[in-house]
């Protein structure tokens, strides 16, 4: 454990050197060349004008810090009071041209960052025309992604070189779509698109963070993106269409729990979690079960199918209406799905 | 003066100081604390309350950093680490940040700068604490009911969704705003027209300056808070559409709302801070401080650029390009008023001769943090930076080092520059100076790891990072900084309140300050001055010498004569 490691670090200073307690080690998975102390590796077209960007802004302000320090740091030891030195020496109390020369000079530098910021927002912000078009859908707590196929999937695939913009959307409050490695992010807001484009550079695998908080799950709305070598990515569309035409609807209902994100409100060992579990779900199966309006259901294929569809017209009992409509969702998913809590009735669980 | 207070203390006193009468002791008893119209008594209510709400501020920082010491589970789940982190920023935000040092030491020194009897509305003065408290009332309602867990922001549609106390909270928000504006307006009208004969505009102290520049933004711009927080109750409690899109409301009209306010409340926080800055870096460097009109100046640009930058925050939220490019050239501008400032300190103590005090331990602290705070804002005022690391650890960094180093460090620096004149006790200088250092390196090791991990890839809210990711060092020492950080605070409450027991008796000017406080006995009187005083130049150190006998310093021809 890394943190008993740390912990020893600080009775044994000698140990600090050979490990990564300072943080010096880059992230397992930004082995890249062009990854470094500050940042992760360079995967999108934006990540290098950005960088330099950085690194310009970077080194005008570490030439004023430690110029601003050093000044201090020479005032007080060279002007310091002692028993002899108990009045200040006779200087200026204002030079209107000194303070216009250091209020003047400084804003051409402002000038600069200014210029360059904006325009390379511009091409952050502004998609090609012919770029590949990803629906994306963001809710409480998940992403899914509809490619121009039609295919839903709650991973992003997208193939090297090649724009992609993505027509964002939230079922529910504010989220926003991050990717360190591709250094763009935008919020994806209710009751509106937005959206964000980005042309992959570097094949491998990332991740998607949401940056906007947004409730319990905040922290674990992630979602993988991977960057296909050329052909890879036809090839992966063309697997996922297939198994969810052809995989076996339980197994699709437990893929789909994974990957729809049903995980994060929904236990399956009766922990009761935003929602109710699923295990408690299936033990009820046939019989009445209590509503937060004092009605009662019968759970069973209808019931199921309702709530994934519309989450809000039957909330259990001790529960808030807090489940989204999950975008894109298939039949077959929501088939799969009421197999699979079925299943967790069985003898085995 | 009295024989019988010099028998009962050893201490060298000045020959003016503590007069039997002063401002602590003329009444007693509760009710003439609570009713209390003394702007001084107010003062020291005032601090008392802030320091306590920085207290609670601070135990739930320590709770948030705790729990992120290591990936997964570590002390609380997902829905109290929201709690908390909100908790934490709502309390130092509106209960301690905005109100700490005009609240206080405003209220305390204003009119004693001025060599004034009081501020020109007692009154309403007195009442603006009361809406103070009321507002407190209600964020510790929100802590017995459901908590809050939104976000210091109460983002909408998250607050208007979300089943926590969010009424509550922002209740207290929209009282507390009242309470500031009070604050607000009567530093104004004190301002303009208690200033004695011969004080004219630019013969004021620099705190003056940036309490009045503070000011007009507490008037101007607190309402937009208190209107917009009023909206998000009316939409929560009846459902009208306003902000929530399930409603037909518009989620990114909130962010305009809350920011109109809440960029300019950064100045609200950082302008008295730099105007206790001025006064120090003068004292303690036994000069004239550099280039006064640019400071005073710069302080009234940075009020009026101030409720210009408000669009910042949200180059990636969905408002305009064309308004990104506006606000972010118009942020930039903001960049050359706050430099000029640190240049003007720097050059203050050019050839002075500098005190190393508790109090000057602060103001070397607060260049030294602010530089970095400031410094940092660039990277997020550049629109193609921004996009990478807005909401990330490094914008918590970025604006900690600001609010932290810059008006937490101002607080405490001015807590132990006014503290014997407050109190009429001097602290343990050499503890004062091992808190002064503790809260520095504390501070330091808890939050540069969080830049780093901002640009690295760690989104700020955020209960939980994986283990592959790397960040767990960086969480580690981070929260290693806090714990130190911690530590040094209570160091500086324990000796404190040590020295109201314990401490020596203060003279009449401890530090040689050439300001009018400096000149009334240490407690000051009810009334302030015994004598009205003559108004001399705030910064002329000239002819101040050190008294053997009182411990402090007396001018020339008044220790001739």
């Known amino acids: 454990m890394i943190r008993t490691a740390m912990l020893q670090s600080l009775f044994d200073p000698s140990s600090l050197a050979s490990s990564n307690l300072l943080g010096f080690a880059l992230p397992a998975a930004d082995s890249a060349a062009d990854a470094n102390y500050w940042f992760p590796a360079q995967a999108s077209s934006f990540a290098a004008d950005m960088d330099a960007l950085w690194y310009f802004i970077y080194w005008v302000s570490v030439f004023f810090f430690i110029g601003i320090v050093a000044f201090m740091v020479l005032f007080v030891t060279r002007y310091r009071r002692t028993a002899t030195r108990t009045q200040p020496e006779r200087s200026a109390s204002h030079n209107t041209a000194l303070e216009l020369t250091w ?37 409480k707590w998940g992403w899914n992604f509809t490619y121009p196929s039609g295919h839903t999937d709650s991973e992003l695939h997208v193939p090297t070189d090649r724009e992609v913009k993505l027509i964002m959307s939230s079922a529910d409050v504010l989220h926003s ?36 908080y947004c409730g319990t799950g905040h922290s674990a709305m992630r979602a993988k993106v991977v960057v296909h070598e050329a052909g890879g ?117 | 003066m009295s024989d019988i207070q010099l028998a009962t203390t050893s201490a060298p006193r000045a020959h003016a100081a503590e007069p039997e009468q002063n401002y602590l002791n003329c009444s007693r008893g509760f009710w003439s604390w609570a009713i209390t119209l003394d702007h001084k008594r107010i003062g020291v209510m005032y601090l008392a309350g802030v320091s306590f709400a920085f207290f609670l501020g601070g135990v739930f920082a320590l709770a948030v950093r705790t729990e992120l010491i290591a990936p997964g589970y570590t002390i609380m789940d997902a829905d109290t680490y929201n709690q908390m982190f909100t908790l934490h920023g709502a309390v130092m935000v509106f209960l301690f940040l905005i109100p700490s040092i005009p609240a206080s030491f405003g209220n305390f020194v204003l009119p004693v700068m001025l060599g004034a009897k009081d501020v020109a509305f007692p009154k309403l003065n007195l009442m603006s604490f009361y809406l103070w408290v009321t507002g407190a009332v209600f964020f510790v309602a929100t802590l017995f009911t459901s908590g809050l867990d939104t976000g210091w922001t109460f983002y909408t549609p998250y607050s208007t969704t979300t089943q926590t106390s969010v009424v509550f909270a922002t209740m207290g928000a929209f009282i507390l705003g009242f309470s500031s504006i009070f604050t607000g307006l009567n530093f104004i009208a004190t301002i303009h027209m ?32 208190g209107i917009t927080l009023l909206l998000l109750i009316v939409e929560r409690l009846a459902g009208v559409g306003i902000f929530d899109p399930a409603m037909g409301g518009d989620p990114v009209l909130f962010q305009h709302f809350f920011w109109f306010y809440s960029h300019p409340a950064v100045y609200i926080m950082i302008l008295p801070a730099m105007g206790v800055m001025s006064e120090l870096f003068a004292t303690f460097s036994r000069k004239h401080v550099f280039g006064y009109r640019f400071i005073a100046m710069s302080s009234v640009a940075i009020a009026v650029l101030g409720f210009l930058v408000w669009g910042h925050h949200m180059f990636v939220s969905g408002q305009s390009r064309l308004v990104g490019m506006v606000f972010s050239a118009i942020t930039f501008s903001i960049a050359i008023p706050s430099a000029i400032k640190v240049f003007n300190w720097l050059a203050t103590m050019y050839k002075g001769v500098i005190w190393l005090t508790t109090p000057m331990w602060y103001a070397l602290s607060f260049l030294f943090l602010f530089g970095i705070g400031g410094l940092t804002g660039l990277f997020l005022g550049t629109m193609s930076t921004d996009v990478h690391l807005h909401d990330t650890y490094f914008v918590v960094a970025h604006f900690h080092y600001v609010m932290v180093g810059g008006t937490l460090i101002a607080f405490l620096g001015a807590l132990h520059y006014w503290w014997p004149k407050m109190f009429g006790k001097m602290y343990n200088e050499k503890l004062g100076s091992i808190g002064a250092w503790g809260v520095f390196l504390g501070f330091n090791l808890t939050f540069f790891p969080q830049f780093v991990l901002g640009t690295r890839g760690m989104p700020r809210r955020y209960y939980n990072y994986e283990e592959w990711e790397g960040f767990e060092s960086l969480h580690f020492w981070s929260t290693m900084g806090s714990y130190l950080l911690g530590a040094s605070l209570m160091l500086i409450l324990v000796y404190l309140v040590q020295s109201l ?61």
């Open chain 1, 103 to 139: 209020s003047i000079l400084p804003a051409f530098l402002l000038v600069a960052f200014f210029y360059w910021g904006w325009t390379s927002f511009l091409v952050i912000a502004t998609p090609p025309r012919d770029a590949m078009e990803v629906q994306v859908g963001a809710y």
């Open chain 2, 501 to 561: 027991v314990k401490g020596k008796q203060a003279p009449v000017n401890p530090w040689g300050a050439a300001s009018l406080e400096f000149t009334t006995s240490s407690p000051p009187p009810h009334f302030n001055f015994d004598v009205t005083p003559t108004v001399g130049e705030p910064y002329d150190f000239d002819d101040l010498v050190f008294d053997e006998k009182t411990g402090g310093y007396v001018r020339q021809e008044a220790r001739n004569s």
């Open chain 2, 194 to 225: 208690m200033r004695p004969p011969g004080m004219g505009w630019f013969r004021m102290p620099l705190f003056l300056w940036g309490l009045y520049a503070t000011s007009l933004i507490q008037v101007l711009a607190t309402p937009v808070l």
């Open chain 1, 177 to 212: 779509f991050w990717v360190p490695e591709f250094r763009t992010k935008f919020d994806v807001v209710p009751g509106r698109y937005t959206y964000l484009w980005f042309k992959p550079t570097r094949v491998g695998e990332y991740q998607l963070k949401c940056t906007e």
């Open chain 1, 233 to 349: 990515f036809e090839k992966w569309l063309e697997q996922a269409e297939g198994a969810l035409l052809t995989m076996e609807p339980k197994a699709l209902g437990e893929l789909s729990y994974k990957k729809l994100g049903c995980a994060q409100c929904h236990s399956l060992d009766g922990t009761k979690l935003v929602g109710p579990s699923f295990k408690e779900t299936a033990s009820l199966w046939g019989n009445a079960r209590g509503l937060a309006d004092g009605s009662e259901v019968t759970v069973d294929e209808n019931y199921l199918r309702e709530s994934i569809l519309e989450p809000m017209a039957k909330v259990v009992a001790g529960y808030q209406p807090q489940m989204p409509v999950i975008p894109g969702i298939r039949e077959k998913q929501i088939a799969g799905l009421i197999e699979y809590i079925k299943s967790l009735s069985g003898p085995n669980q």
